[in-house]
């Protein structure tokens, strides 16, 4: 115990900020740590940068764990221009990943979330970005097991091998898969295949008619997906979802009218669901055939509108020299949103969560969240894509919410063949806290039910997800296998063990 004692007491003076969390500055540090606390079995819950936000951020479900925060292992092992893959370790964030390919002919796959998250932690929690899901880009990763041995997945376990960096399978049984939403090691590098940026590209925006046309038009979103039209990941908002994105950001810049601002949004999003995407071809022809086929598919539900980035920066100069500040803001962030879908990974989306003031002042959006007096929680179901499930799914959402007297944010999003993704925000002051997270609760349940299952969930919820029978049980040998004194994470998508 002696060892350990030592270990905290050395780990706090390197890290003033906390007493309870530990920052291990290399691997070396966290190998001891990790050793130090199985043998006192010390419970550790392991986070990247611990911007989980809407369903636990940095905090453990079982409490008494002690945290270890993985940022400060922030190196970009090998970044292959050449090849198109990263090698990195849990603190390197999209935003920095996203400056380092601006010029390239790649990028990293964003998220909506902070620039400041990390690509591992969002990794593990099968976070979806713009262009779809995260785990389908990881080829192999780097997990330190409670003992303090490391074992590499995928073919990277072949250090020899020539195709080490890009075949994920390896030879045998791989184990890449279980380490993601698992509590069986420490993630401490993970090799990740770049996007390559496609030549040309328009932006896409969809105003729907009505709901009804907005339900109806799952199923042409399935087959433009099915048909490699639509490559990316569409998010149709409701419109209070989507004022709520870009209002903030808006309201950052000096100099503009809030009476002017909500004019134009109002013009903008003028009916109850609204939709922004893009598409991309390295051919100018397959693009216009691409356009042409998009309009045909949705037209009959939504206004379709094809904006290019030449359009749009013009459109922006123009207003500029005219003066019109509100107009130009309103630009700015419609051209930042999109080019998430370039990679360019933005802080706009925590204005969404911040009050107008923090997100206006705040030197640390990001620090900022959770000291923030606004609160939220998500709900994450997926869905068949089409009509009747999503509309199914809505409607649910919708009384739901009503009964607890919240107004939720939805964003739909159709993320592959013949699935849907629902983001369910409830937002609330903090006083309400517990209505809230009944309400998250209470929807998880009765969409569930319905077969609207949330592929991710939050630190309180576990209990939904974690039914006794043969599969919980073989997960619990293989969890006693890599971490026999159940040590890391206890209770995260894994029931604690009974003694
Ligand atoms: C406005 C807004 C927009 C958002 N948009 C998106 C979005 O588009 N897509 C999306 O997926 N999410 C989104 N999020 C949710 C969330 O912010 C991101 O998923 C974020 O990437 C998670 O935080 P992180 O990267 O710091 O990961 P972390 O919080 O560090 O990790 C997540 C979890 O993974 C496990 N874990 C992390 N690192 C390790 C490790 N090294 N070893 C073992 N286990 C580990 C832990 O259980 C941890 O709690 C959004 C949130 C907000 C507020």
């Not at 380092?100 to 796959?109: A, F, K, N, R, V």
């Not at 900022?368 to 499930?389: A, D, H, I, M, W």
Request: with cysteine.
């Amino acid at each position: 115990m002696n060892k350990l004692a030592n270990n905290i007491f050395s780990t706090s003076q390197e890290n003033l900020q906390s007493d309870t969390t530990y920052f291990p500055s290399d691997i070396n540090a966290l190998r001891d740590f990790l050793i130090n606390c199985n043998e006192n079995s010390i419970k550790v819950y392991p986070i990247s940068r611990g911007y989980n936000w809407g369903l636990g951020a940095s905090e453990p479900v079982d409490k008494s764990c002690r945290v270890i925060n993985l940022r400060k292992l922030n190196d970009i092992h090998e970044l292959n221009l050449e090849e198109g893959f990263v090698s990195i370790g849990p603190g390197v964030t999209q935003g920095e990943l996203s400056d380092l390919l601006i010029d390239t002919e790649y990028m990293i796959d964003v998220t909506g979330s902070s620039r400041d998250t990390s690509i591992i932690g969002n990794a593990l929690e099968r976070g979806i970005t713009y262009k779809g899901l995260r785990v389908e880009s990881v080829i192999g990763l780097e997990v330190m097991l409670p003992n303090g041995e490391i074992i590499h997945t995928g073919s990277t376990r072949f250090n020899e091998w020539k195709v080490k960096n890009h075949y994920q399978h390896g030879v045998g049984a791989d184990l890449t898969s279980l380490f993601f939403q698992s509590n069986f090691g420490v993630v401490t590098k993970m090799t990740y295949r770049l996007t390559r940026k496609k030549k040309y590209q328009v932006y896409i925006k969809l105003n729907f008619h009505n709901e009804e046309k907005l339900f109806e038009s799952m199923s042409s979103f399935n087959n433009l997906i099915k048909y490699d039209i639509i490559d990316s990941v569409y998010h149709i908002a409701n419109s209070q979802r989507a004022v709520n994105a870009m209002l903030p950001e808006i309201y950052r810049n000096e100099n503009v009218s809030k009476k002017n601002i909500q004019r134009l949004l109002k013009i903008a999003l003028s009916s109850e669901w609204t939709s922004s995407g893009i598409l991309t071809a390295d051919d100018k022809t397959v693009l216009k055939y691409k356009i042409k086929k998009l309009r045909k598919s949705l037209s009959s539900y939504a206004r379709v509108e094809v904006l290019t980035q030449t359009k749009l920066s013009f459109l922006q100069k123009l207003v500029k020299s005219f003066g019109l500040s509100s107009f130009y803001a309103f630009i700015k962030c419609i051209r930042s949103l999109m080019n998430l879908y370039n990679g360019q990974s933005t802080n706009i989306a925590l204005g969404a969560v911040l009050t107008n003031d923090e997100y206006k002042e705040s030197k640390n959006l990001s620090e900022q969240v959770e000291k923030s007096s606004r609160g939220f929680s998500y709900c994450l179901p997926l869905t068949k894509l089409n009509q009747e499930s999503a509309e199914e799914m809505v409607k649910t959402i919708k009384a739901i919410c009503q009964t607890y007297e919240l107004d939720p944010s939805i964003t739909l999003n159709p993320i592959s063949y013949m699935v849907l993704e629902a983001v369910v925000s409830v937002e609330y002051d903090k006083s309400q806290f517990t209505k809230a997270h009944n309400c998250i609760r209470e929807l998880q349940k009765t969409l569930n039910h319905q077969g609207h299952i949330s592929y991710r969930t939050n630190i309180n919820d576990m209990d939904l997800y974690l039914e006794k029978g043969p599969y919980m049980d073989v997960l619990r040998s293989i969890k006693d296998s890599f971490d026999p004194n159940a040590i890391i994470s206890p209770g995260r998508y894994l029931p604690e063990k009974s003694s």
